[in-house]
């Protein structure tokens, strides 16, 4: 019987847990536009004004606007269910961004220090597993360390003092890398001055459902040892009672000096995008509105419309010309953007197509995305490129071209590719 009414209540609290990231997925698509709002008028009022006060104003709104950006993104990565997808992450720049996440897990009363070597490189690994990982281990610390007071340090500073947690990442050594395949790997070590473990417990931690505490609210780290070993790596602890905790990660990596940074310049030079004819497809009017008149600073004629029927009647016949279709990729009248994307290159082939979206998952659509909030020399860049025929993802996928389900084509757009 209890065994059976613990199975109901773990059941019960997964249905909870379901509905309470549904629900947060909807309200950060809202906040999302909201900000993204706010960041293009920011924008647009930092280049209209001369008076250096109000640019500097512009500057910490727009640096808010990124901020919120980060936590919602991060938000929606932990609530949305969706398979693994790698890539290439600099540990020297991620890790870093994490400390916002990682101080609101720990608390105000214990401190974050964040050091990355310059040799650690890069992992290829799915960006929301490591910092669902991260997330695991820091409340772990912030568990362990329950009552510890942050003090004064006198003298040297130790490895880590009571009240503090360090996330530090380097290069491994070839011992911590014996037994792997050879390579390059890096290791990511989150390491605290809580109580500590004893041998038996440590050897237990990274079970399923394992929990350090009586009343079972310790969380086990069994997702941290399936992502490591899943990307190619393996994970370790070293603890002792009263002498704190370290996880380590180990990451198939590459070296510091094979990184390829992507570079964003010349994007705010208005010549280069004068003339862009733009149509801009998005339920949220006041996104719209913002983002038109943001992009009609660097000469581009932007139209609006809220949904898939306003589009539609923008390309009918003797339709104006449309170089770029910004379109969010979630439709209140069609099953998505990829849908409309797939009407509207029946009418006008040379059509370049840039999703928008705040979910995580719309990645898989195989075109050109930016998420939102989408910073504006993000977008400037990402309509250059089009511009210049660079935005190879900007074509519909092959699963994405068949004709089957296009209109008959009345349209008057020209090809321009």
């Not at 249905?15 to 706010?38: D, F, K, P, T, Y």
């Not at 931690?205 to 310790?218: D, L, R, T």
Request: charged share 20%; proline share 6%.
């Amino acid at each position: 019987m209890k065994a059976a009414a613990g199975e109901a209540q773990h059941y019960l609290r997964g249905q909870r847990l379901e509905l309470l990231g549904r629900l947060s997925g909807g309200l950060v698509h809202e906040l999302n536009n909201l900000l993204g709002a706010i960041g293009h008028n920011a924008q647009l009022a930092e280049r209209s004004s001369a008076d250096p006060q109000t640019t500097l104003l512009m500057a910490s709104i727009l640096a808010s606007v990124e901020s919120g950006g980060r936590l919602t993104r991060r938000l929606l990565r932990l609530a949305e269910p969706r398979p693994p997808r790698p890539r290439a992450i600099d540990l020297a720049a991620e890790l870093p961004m994490q400390r916002e996440l990682l101080e609101l897990a720990l608390g105000s009363r214990i401190a974050l220090r964040i050091e990355v070597d310059e040799q650690a490189g890069s992992v290829e690994v799915d960006a929301g597993e490591l910092e669902l990982a991260l997330l695991n281990l820091a409340l772990n610390a912030r568990e362990a360390m329950s009552g510890a007071i942050p003090a004064a340090i006198a003298g040297g500073a130790p490895r880590c003092r009571p009240g503090q947690v360090r996330l530090e990442a380097r290069a491994a050594t070839a011992e911590e890398s014996i037994g792997l395949p050879h390579g390059h790997y890096a290791a990511i070590c989150l390491s605290d001055d809580g109580r500590g473990l004893d041998e038996a417990l440590a050897e237990q931690v990274f079970a399923p459902f394992f929990g350090s505490k009586p009343a079972g609210s310790g969380r086990g780290l069994s997702q941290v040892r399936a992502f490591c070993e899943h990307a190619g790596g393996r994970c370790w602890l070293r603890s002792a009672p009263g002498r704190g905790t370290a996880v380590w990660l180990l990451l198939p990596a590459r070296p510091a000096h094979a990184l390829a940074t992507p570079q964003d310049a010349g994007a705010a030079d208005a010549s280069l995008l004068a003339g862009l004819r733009l149509l801009i497809v998005d339920a949220d009017a006041d996104f719209a509105a913002a983002t038109a008149a943001l992009l009609a600073r660097y000469g581009c004629r932007a139209q609006c419309v809220a949904d898939a029927a306003g589009a539609l009647e923008i390309f009918g016949p003797g339709c104006a010309p449309i170089d770029v279709l910004l379109c969010e990729a979630l439709l209140p009248d069609l099953p998505d953007g990829i849908a409309l994307a797939r009407l509207l290159r029946g009418r006008c082939p040379g059509l370049r197509v840039i999703m928008t979206s705040s979910r995580t998952d719309a990645s898989r659509c195989g075109v050109a995305l930016l998420h939102k909030p989408i910073a504006p020399q993000r977008l400037l860049a990402m309509l250059r490129a089009a511009r210049e025929g660079a935005v190879q993802a900007g074509t519909l996928p092959p699963w994405a071209r068949s004709t089957r389900h296009q209109d008959d084509g009345h349209g008057a757009c020209a090809d321009r590719r």
